[in-house]
């Protein structure tokens, strides 16, 4: 069977990252899983961005964490490095505004990543207690992850939400922590996995790893144990004939 895809910050390859518009996009193509990247802005209002800066986004170099929502709401986010005008219609997604989109998708499951630099600025309880309280209304179709070892324990110890951690490298100390911890999910960058000769880890959790763009590379993870996998290029993947052959 193709493996479960998760679509990376919406798609990427076609749509400015992190944006309602990309959301709304691989949802109508299919996507049952997407991923997305929270920071908060000075005044606690949590948006959709992978970088600490709006710079890709938007153009324009503002720290989120140090800039409050009012002072961005406007600026056209329609990464412009990559895009021209050609998305300048597009404006910062805040979390709230992709619960409700959520709501319209029953069905989908949402990963929401909780971003090292918003942590630092606020503390992983803080952090965890906003992210929540914006996605109660769609709380049972998202999962909490991060890099943060320490907010991953504190979103375990004070929800029910499944969990992820993204661990930073492979290493026998991860490892171990990983056994410990025991997350639902590990996301591991497909270039810091081992030789195809070692094994997984082996735990509770299901493997995602990250970035995978082609049916080549979906195959090859899959061939590994891998069962699910973030990717850049949901719809044209969900469409492949590849992968569809795979299936008889």
């Known amino acids: 069977m193709i493996p479960e895809l998760i679509a990376h910050r919406g798609e990427p390859e076609s749509w400015p990252e992190n944006s309602l518009a990309g959301y709304t996009a691989v949802l109508q193509a299919g996507a049952r899983y997407i991923e997305t990247d929270v920071q908060i802005t000075s005044d606690g209002v949590p948006i959709l961005s992978h970088d600490p800066s709006l710079l890709k986004i938007t153009g324009q170099d503002h720290l989120i964490t140090a800039t409050a929502y009012p002072a961005i709401r406007n600026l056209p986010a329609g990464q412009p490095d990559r895009f021209g005008e050609r998305f300048s219609d597009l404006r910062i997604t805040r979390l709230d505004e992709l619960a409700d989109l959520l709501a319209r998708w029953p069905g989908v499951r949402a990963f929401v990543e909780l971003k090292l630099a918003t942590i630092e600025a606020r503390g992983s309880a803080a952090v965890v207690d906003i992210i929540l309280e914006r996605l109660a209304p769609v709380v049972s179709q998202c999962i909490l992850i991060s890099f943060d070892y320490d907010t991953v324990v504190h979103s ?60 080549r590379e979906v195959l090859a993870c899959r061939s590994r144990g891998m069962d699910m996998m973030e990717t850049n290029t949901i719809s044209r993947l969900l469409t492949d004939p590849e992968l569809a052959d795979s299936n008889d």
């Open 156 to 215: 375990r110890a004070i929800s029910e939400l499944p969990v992820g951690w993204v661990i930073p490298e492979w290493s026998d100390s991860n490892r171990r922590r990983a056994e410990t911890l025991q997350p639902d999910y590990l996301f591991c960058n497909q270039k810091r996995l081992p030789q195809d000769t070692e094994l997984l880890w082996q735990g509770p959790w299901r493997w995602v790893v990250y970035t995978i763009n082609t049916a």
